[in-house]
């Protein structure tokens, strides 16, 4: 027997020392302690109901978010994402007649409106 299993902090099983001492510090289930849980449950939980709220600000009556309005002006590697094509196509199309402007010697932009029904107007190719 060692001198702190006499003491009563720690016992020997299966040959291995088990500390049988009680945490240090207040005990989980005294009012002060649950209050504060509670407290910090509570604030918690309304962070996530914001959280929720912010997520369902733009949405519509049967929860489908609203498409947000496109920009005046667009990047031809922004134009191609959001038409879901690679930038290589709008350059061609660029050469057959989408609508863009040069805002500098290098520097070309879409005009997303005026693209857009470009593209719905222009024949499709089979």
């Not at 299993?5 to 720690?10: D, L, M, P, R």
């Not at 088990?18 to 510090?25: A, C, D, E, F, W």
């Amino acid at each position: 027997m060692t001198i702190g299993a006499a003491a009563g902090h720690s016992r020997q099983k299966r040959g291995i020392m088990v500390r049988t001492t009680k945490p240090q510090g207040p005990s989980p289930h005294d009012a002060a302690s649950l209050f504060r849980r509670a407290a910090e449950l509570h604030r918690e939980q309304a962070q996530i109901a914001e959280q929720i709220a912010e997520l369902f600000a733009g949405s519509t009556a049967d929860g489908i978010p609203e498409p947000k309005p496109a920009p005046r002006y667009m990047t031809f590697a922004e134009f191609a994402e959001r038409m879901g094509v690679v930038r290589e196509t709008v350059y061609v199309w660029k050469r057959e007649g989408l609508p863009v402007i040069q805002a500098g010697p290098r520097l070309f932009r879409v005009r997303v409106q005026e693209a857009e029904v470009w593209l719905a107007e222009r024949p499709k190719k089979t």
